[in-house]
């Protein structure tokens, strides 16, 4: 299933499997206590979990009115897909009023690798960091971020890293990818931190695997 703004304007979305069941994030500690992962190396930090995390200023917990007024402040914006013609598109972006997920744009309406999803009480509940397949793109939020986060994000994925950044997984599961079923991603889940890792193996002829994304969920003890 294909997000139609992530990556280079196509990026993979597969379903989300990251408890979606949490609809209104509980104990997210106030604005001054996050760590804002642009200016800090996140994950050279023992013990964090999501809610202590924000992305350009957003974190979980905001209402969509709270997110986009914080974009905004950053020259950023907040916006969904709209389809004219189901069968034949074409596909215009706008403002995120009402999408369950939405988008960040850049100044020049470029995609940014960073979306976030609203719950039913219209507070974020969830935010995807998208893989950038490429430099010759727009920049992307990852190449913002410090340290062993930049690296985990930049460098190419390994599961040695990620391992000494996150320790074992709590569960893994194989879901439908970027090749559909005939190459399946695998996704890492780290519930107490409010964590999951998904790879993609690589194309057909290369070795290894691409990290596709990172998704902050309300962490479940």
Same mark, same amino acid.
């Given at each position: 299933?294909?997000? *139609?703004?992530?990556?280079?304007?196509?990026?993979?979305?597969?379903?989300?499997?990251?408890?979606?069941?949490?609809?209104?994030?509980?104990?997210?500690?106030?604005?001054?206590?996050?760590?804002?992962?642009?200016?800090?190396?996140?994950?050279?930090?023992?013990?964090?979990?999501?809610?202590?995390?924000?992305?350009?200023?957003?974190?979980?917990?905001?209402?969509?009115?709270?997110?986009?007024?914080?974009?905004?402040? !950053?020259?950023?914006?907040?916006?969904?897909?709209?389809?004219?013609?189901?069968?034949?598109?074409?596909?215009?972006?706008?403002?995120?009023?009402?999408?369950?997920?939405?988008?960040?744009?850049?100044?020049?309406?470029?995609?940014?690798? *960073?979306?976030?999803?609203?719950?039913?009480?219209?507070?974020?509940?969830?935010?995807?960091?998208?893989?950038?397949?490429?430099?010759?793109?727009?920049?992307?939020?990852? !190449?913002?971020?410090?340290?062993?986060?930049?690296?985990?994000?930049?460098?190419?994925?390994?599961?040695?890293?990620?391992?000494?950044?996150?320790?074992?997984?709590?569960? !893994?599961?194989?879901?439908?990818?970027?090749?559909?079923?005939? !190459?399946?991603?695998?996704?890492?889940?780290?519930?107490?931190?409010?964590?999951?890792?998904?790879?993609?193996?690589?194309?057909?002829?290369?070795?290894?695997?691409? *990290?596709?994304?990172?998704?902050?969920?309300?962490?479940?003890?």
């Amino acid at each position: 299933m294909k997000r *139609l703004y992530g990556v280079a304007g196509s990026c993979i979305l597969g379903v989300s499997l990251a408890y979606a069941w949490f609809q209104t994030p509980k104990g997210v500690p106030p604005e001054s206590s996050k760590h804002e992962m642009t200016e800090t190396d996140v994950l050279a930090i023992k013990n964090l979990d999501s809610t202590q995390l924000s992305v350009w200023g957003i974190h979980l917990g905001m209402s969509r009115a709270e997110a986009d007024a914080v974009a905004r402040d !950053r020259g950023l914006q907040l916006f969904q897909a709209e389809i004219e013609d189901p069968f034949r598109g074409p596909v215009r972006f706008v403002p995120c009023i009402d999408a369950n997920e939405c988008g960040v744009m850049n100044s020049q309406r470029q995609p940014t690798g *960073l979306a976030v999803r609203f719950g039913e009480s219209q507070k974020v509940v969830q935010i995807i960091i998208d893989f950038e397949p490429t430099e010759k793109g727009p920049p992307y939020v990852t !190449r913002s971020f410090k340290g062993q986060t930049r690296r985990f994000f930049i460098e190419g994925y390994s599961d040695a890293l990620r391992l000494t950044l996150f320790g074992p997984e709590n569960k !893994r599961e194989s879901v439908s990818g970027r090749y559909g079923d005939a !190459r399946r991603d695998t996704q890492f889940f780290y519930p107490a931190r409010g964590l999951s890792v998904r790879i993609s193996p690589r194309a057909i002829g290369y070795s290894g695997f691409d *990290l596709i994304q990172v998704s902050l969920d309300p962490p479940t003890r």
